[in-house]
């Protein structure tokens, strides 16, 4: 059974940091892509960001793109989202999720394994 929790979520004002980090049980991790999504109250799921296994490749959604950089650590089996320059709209409960394969994909079906999450609030 693969688990992933969430950290690093909180308050913070416009303009500020954030890193959120995912880990990881099992050991398939560093043989699977890894994807962020987040959810605002009454919008739908988004994607966010995704890394394939080796982190050689990445893709952002455009509104976060040169803010937001995914990293992993497959010796610590984390995944993490380091989020600069936030902005109100950023606001949502960030989850995320392990895909099922080695690629990195921005189709949330092609994910296996969900977090429970955790909030990031922005403030204006």
């Known amino acids: 059974q693969v688990q992933l929790v969430e950290s690093g979520g909180g308050l913070v004002q416009a303009g500020g940091s954030l890193r959120l980090s995912c880990a990881a049980s099992g050991r398939t991790f560093s043989s699977k892509a890894m994807g962020w999504f987040r959810q605002a109250p009454g919008k739908e799921r988004e994607f966010v960001s995704a890394?394939?296994?080796?982190?050689?490749?990445?893709y952002y959604l455009d509104s976060v793109k040169g803010r937001f950089t995914i990293s992993r650590d497959n010796a610590k089996n984390t995944v993490y989202l380091q989020m600069n320059s936030l902005k109100f709209e950023d606001t949502a409960v960030y989850s995320c999720?392990?895909?099922?394969?080695?690629?990195?994909?921005?189709?949330?079906?092609?994910?296996?394994?969900w977090g429970q999450g955790t909030q990031v609030t922005v403030s204006s």
């Open positions: 890394i394939s296994w080796s982190g050689g490749s990445t």
């Open positions: 999720a392990r895909g099922r394969s080695v690629w990195a994909n921005k189709d949330p079906a092609q994910y296996d394994y």
